[in-house]
């Protein structure tokens, strides 16, 4: 975790996948906000069904499409920051069933 100097902190994390996809997932708090980055890089292309959790609820539910060309997909969310420490989890299923997923905890204080 690094923080800036303006109490920014930035997280970054690898996700576990199967087959031949990788994630990995950025988490930025900064100003009451967490902004949180998904990159998947897969060569399954195809409409991925994507799930954001924070603090153990669902706050997001998407489709992304995969492309070759792109050599796989991100995602962008922005988050509320609660008070303490906030658990950040995504999930994602590509249209063969293979799954990624990555998940953090970050703190703004």
């Given at each position: 975790?690094?923080?800036?100097?303006?109490?920014?902190?930035?997280?970054?994390?690898?996700?576990?996948?199967?087959?031949?996809?990788?994630?990995?997932?950025?988490?930025?708090?900064?100003?009451?906000?967490?902004r949180?980055?998904?990159?998947?890089?897969?060569?399954?292309?195809?409409?991925?069904?994507?799930?954001?959790?924070?603090?153990?609820?669902?706050?997001?539910?998407?489709?992304?499409?995969?492309?070759?060309?792109?050599?796989?997909?991100?995602?962008?969310?922005?988050?509320?920051?609660?008070?303490?420490?906030?658990?950040?989890?995504?999930?994602?299923?590509?249209p063969?069933?293979?799954?990624?997923?990555?998940?953090?905890?970050?703190?703004?204080?």
């Amino acid at each position: 975790m690094a923080r800036d100097d303006d109490e920014r902190v930035d997280l970054r994390v690898e996700g576990v996948c199967g087959r031949t996809s990788a994630a990995r997932l950025r988490l930025r708090a900064d100003d009451g906000r967490i902004r949180v980055d998904l990159r998947v890089r897969t060569s399954t292309r195809g409409r991925w069904r994507l799930a954001v959790l924070h603090e153990r609820r669902i706050v997001r539910r998407a489709r992304v499409r995969a492309t070759r060309a792109g050599r796989g997909f991100r995602y962008r969310v922005v988050l509320p920051d609660y008070a303490g420490p906030d658990a950040v989890r995504l999930r994602a299923a590509s249209p063969r069933g293979e799954t990624c997923s990555a998940a953090a905890t970050v703190s703004a204080s």
